[in-house]
T-cell receptor, first 111, second 113 residues
Framework: DVKVTQSSRYLVKRTGEKVFLECVQD?????MFWYRQDPGLGLRLIYF???????EKGDIPEGYSVSREKKERFSLILESASTNQTSMYLC??????????FGPGTRLTVL | GEDVEQSLFLSVREGDSSVINCTYT??????LYWYKQEPGAGLQLLTY?????DMKQDQRLTVLLNKKDKHLSLRIADTQTGDSAIYFC?????????????FGSGTRLSIRP
């Protein structure tokens, strides 16, 4: 079974704080993804990575950055959190030509 | 550009069949997916269909693909309370080799007694 874990299920931060969300997978997948999910908007891709130290912007990268120093770990960074970044954040992983496997999500609230 | 559309809500009576519909724009899509998201959880792959198929059945689930109309549907027979969830239609992004997937906005299925 594919296992994708995210560092926190719930997180509360203050405006202006730096926030780290971490995702770890145990399936040696080369591709990893960060999405945010908002009611009525579905899933929107923030960033993805197709190899260690490689990354590409998704549809809504503004205000976010990512880091992939090891194959199994993909971090999403909010440099200076803002209230409009309150959302559910979902990490996914997959091999090229395969589907995606999702973590349980992190619900982030920025006050 | 590619887009996947589905209605936001569906309410059915327990024991009836649920049909969730989806339209997509990329006629060259090779894989189309249905994901299920239960409350407070991540997405779980429910089923998928290759573009060279018209229908796929898996126990209570039936997927129908109409390539001409770019229409995909998911039928759940004998809907149960455990089927309450958000269902996402998705297509493989053909331009990407990195298994990128384009998701619809999700259909929230609620079951009434």
């Amino acid at each position: 079974d594919v296992k994708v874990t995210q560092s926190s299920r719930y997180l509360v931060k203050r405006t202006g704080e730096k926030v780290f969300l971490e995702c770890v997978q145990d399936m040696d997948h080369e591709n990893m993804f960060w999405y945010r999910q908002d009611p009525g908007l579905g899933l929107r891709l923030i960033y993805f990575s197709y190899d260690v130290k490689m990354k590409e912007k998704g549809d809504i990268p503004e205000g976010y950055s990512v880091s992939r120093e090891k194959k199994e770990r993909f971090s999403l960074i909010l440099e200076s959190a803002s209230t409009n970044q309150t959302s559910m954040y979902l990490c996914a992983t997959g091999s090229s030509g395969d589907t995606q496997y999702f973590g349980p999500g992190t619900r982030l609230t920025v006050l | 550009g590619e887009d996947v559309e589905q209605s936001l809500f569906l309410s059915v009576r327990e024991g009836d069949s649920s049909v969730i519909n989806c339209t997509y724009t990329d006629s060259s899509s090779t894989y189309l997916y249905w994901y299920k998201q239960e409350p407070g959880a991540g997405l779980q792959l429910l089923t998928y269909i290759f573009s060279n198929m018209d229908m796929k059945q898996d126990q209570r689930l039936t997927v129908l693909l109409n390539k001409k109309d770019k229409h995909l549907s998911l039928r759940i027979a004998d809907t149960q309370t455990g089927d309450s969830a958000i269902y996402f239609c998705a297509e493989r992004d053909r331009r990407s080799s990195a298994s990128k997937i384009i998701f619809g906005s999700g259909t929230r299925l609620s079951i009434r007694p």
